[in-house]
């Protein structure tokens, strides 16, 4: 295997700095996989799985720091850009044209490169015929780091959404780009806004949420597709509505997992994805008869009832196979609670601690606990014990009437599954700014006083229901921290006459074998895998008694080295805070640092984030710092941004 550092010159003369993987056998098809999550430094622990699939599958991997970040030139004006599509299909045709390339190119990734997979496919680049999107999404709008609902998402503001505008500050590795770094970095500082800036203005959904998602256009995408996803993740729900959706080639695998890698998340239990990737791309880059597509296009893993806890191993559960989707065996089912009673949800700005973040991933973004404290500040309907196992697989839908005092208002919607002995765990969730109700069309406000029809639903789940336990439905107007509280408190009315849990029930014995994956691999070595030395992890939630205010702190941070004789430094620091009895008043604050000392100088960028609401607006101060000393170093350079932002229907 040979390893080669390139650059890969853009129509407009800009140059994008890419690694490859060559196997020993050439010519062979080329897999890339395009982040703006810096190669050489902060993810260069990712060549591990980029060595298997060059080794093990004998293919050529080209790995991409995308325009404007990492060693790539240019700026790096926003998430999922126009421009970042042009670039990678120009990246496309250029692998194809190579003496070492058979022509035929797949690409794949996690997260981002998940995301940018499928929109590349909608291009149609001529040599792209394969992608593997793992843990993406189909819709930026409803399932992104965002909005969830029409609500503004409050945990990752102090986390992936500020860490993003000090990462992109930071400058190109000087041992790969050479002569110019620093000028480079210069453009860089000057020319790089907080992304966040955009999407606190674009809260409603529209063009702009619409570029970049495939949904609801899905014949766009003619490639063969594997959709990967994880129940525990925050990109589950493309999988069988994408699957569903889509004609071409395709095929879904959903584990238990989260926004980690499948061998090592929590919770397990694990595979091995890498022979999976093999398979796909040999069948569609290689022609390689291998079985792939004759075998059930739909693998989940069904979880089963389990005590929950926020580091759980592994949940209970066994694998599935599905030939269809919708299911054949499947039944939706409808539960009614018991009276016609008008029941009351009374509106704190707190309700949803225990729920925690929809998108689990390594610590402090843990999963969901139990349930019951948060269920004892909800409307909560209980049925009676199961007599025998109730199997789910795809999306609950609730559908009940609701009466607002106020124009905006949120819903929040908890499935839970309780135990005899009183566990309350997670099953499915779901939150909605009711002025939203009407799904993509533009959003209405409520008339207060008058009665509201509306239909939630819930995020895409697998479960079964053991004999003996019970479900339950807990309403809230709010699912804080996950979310931003509503802009009002007060109460909701709901016609328990009106309210119905329409839930995707499998009924009878699986019609197909279950599918065989291949055990996860011994760890390898990452910036993670050892305690020793490493800064703590903090997940603390209070209440300030005097500031009658509930607050969650987080913290966490890392220490490796990397290539080029790079010593990293990482810290990530957040805090969110809402005033119980009035959420509209809450905030957010953030600090996300990165030091990266290399032979040849020491650099340091910050990022520090101060977000406040009023029931009216959002006010927004985003400071960005890079820094220098020595010499021939820029010094300490500091940009602020400040906006106070109407909130619209928010």
């Known amino acids: 295997m040979e390893h080669r550092h390139v650059w890969i010159a853009m129509e407009d003369g800009t140059r994008l700095a890419a690694r490859l993987f060559l196997p020993d056998e050439l010519p062979a098809a080329a897999i890339v996989d395009a982040l703006p999550y810096r190669m050489d430094d902060l993810t260069a622990s990712y060549a591990s799985e980029y060595e298997r699939l060059c080794e093990e599958g004998r293919f050529a991997v080209c790995r991409l720091d995308l325009r404007g970040t990492g060693s790539s030139e240019g700026i790096a004006l926003d998430e999922y850009d126009a421009q970042e599509q042009a670039d990678i299909c120009e990246v496309i045709a250029w692998l194809a044209a190579q003496d070492w390339c058979t022509g035929k190119v797949g690409m794949y990734g996690t997260s981002w490169g998940g995301f940018n997979s499928l929109q590349v496919a909608i291009e149609r680049p001529p040599a792209l015929h394969a992608i593997v999107p793992i843990y993406a999404s189909d819709d930026r709008y409803t399932d992104d780091v965002h909005y969830m609902g029409g609500v503004l998402k409050a945990l990752d503001l102090v986390d992936w959404v ?147 806890a926020p580091d759980l191993a592994e949940v209970r559960g066994e694998w599935r196979s599905e030939p269809t989707w919708p299911a054949e065996r499947l039944r939706p089912q409808i539960l009614r609670p018991q009276g016609d009673d008008v029941d009351r949800i ?82 499915s969730r779901g939150v909605l700014n009711l002025t939203h109700r009407d799904g993509h069309a533009a959003p209405r406000p409520l008339e207060p006083g008058v009665p509201t029809p509306v239909e939630l639903e819930l995020e895409a789940t697998s479960w079964i229901f053991e004999a003996g336990h019970r479900i339950r439905l807990a309403l809230a107007g709010s699912d804080w921290p996950n979310t931003w509280p509503p802009p009002h408190a007060g109460s909701l009315q709901v016609a328990r006459a009106s309210v119905e849990l329409e839930l995707p029930v499998l009924e009878g014995p699986p019609i197909a074998d279950p599918p065989v994956f291949g055990p996860a691999p011994p760890p390898s070595k990452s910036p993670d895998d050892t305690e020793e030395g490493q800064p703590a992890v903090t997940r603390l939630i209070d209440f300030d008694v005097v500031g009658r ?82 010499p021939e170093g820029i010094g300490h350079v500091e940009r602020r941004f400040e906006r106070r932002i109407p909130r619209r229907l928010q």
């Open 162 to 308: 500020i860490y993003m505008a000090a990462c992109n500050v930071l400058p190109p590795v000087p041992a790969v780009y050479g002569e110019g770094w620093r000028d480079e970095w210069r453009r860089r500082i000057d020319g790089t806004e907080p992304w966040l800036l955009r999407w606190l203005e674009e809260q409603d959904d529209g063009p702009y949420w619409r570029h970049g998602s495939l949904r609801p256009a899905y014949e766009r995408i003619t490639c063969p597709t594997m959709i990967v996803a994880g129940w525990a993740d925050g990109y589950t729900n493309i999988a069988l509505r994408a699957f569903e959706a889509m004609s071409c080639q395709r095929r879904v695998i959903v584990g238990p997992w989260a926004h980690m890698s499948t061998a090592t998340s929590i919770p397990g239990p694990h595979i091995d994805l890498v022979p999976e990737l093999i398979r796909w791309f040999s069948r569609w880059l290689r022609d390689e008869r291998n079985g792939v597509d004759e075998e059930p296009p739909i693998a989940v893993f069904v979880r089963r009832s389990t005590r929950p």
């Open 346 to 427: 009374a509106v704190r700005g707190d309700v949803g601690t225990a729920a925690w973040i929809s998108c689990a991933g390594k610590p402090p973004w843990t999963l969901p606990d139990d349930q019951r404290e948060d269920d004892t500040r909800s409307l909560s309907y209980d049925w009676e014990p199961l007599e025998d196992e109730l199997e789910l697989l795809g999306h609950p839908r609730l559908r009940l009437t609701v009466t607002s005092p106020h124009r905006v208002a949120f819903l929040s919607a908890r499935f839970c599954d309780v135990f005899p002995d009183g566990t309350s765990a997670l099953v």
């Open 549 to 630: 205010q509930t607050r969650i702190v987080t913290g966490y941070g890392s220490r490796y080295d990397g290539p080029f004789g790079a010593t990293i430094e990482e810290r990530y620091d957040g805090a969110v805070g809402v005033a119980a009895s009035n959420p509209g008043r809450a905030w957010a604050s953030a600090r996300a640092r990165y030091d990266i000392a290399w032979p040849e100088t020491a650099v340091a960028t910050e990022a520090h984030l101060r977000l406040r609401s009023t029931s009216t607006s959002y006010h927004v101060v985003v400071e960005v710092i890079a820094s220098e000393d020595g």
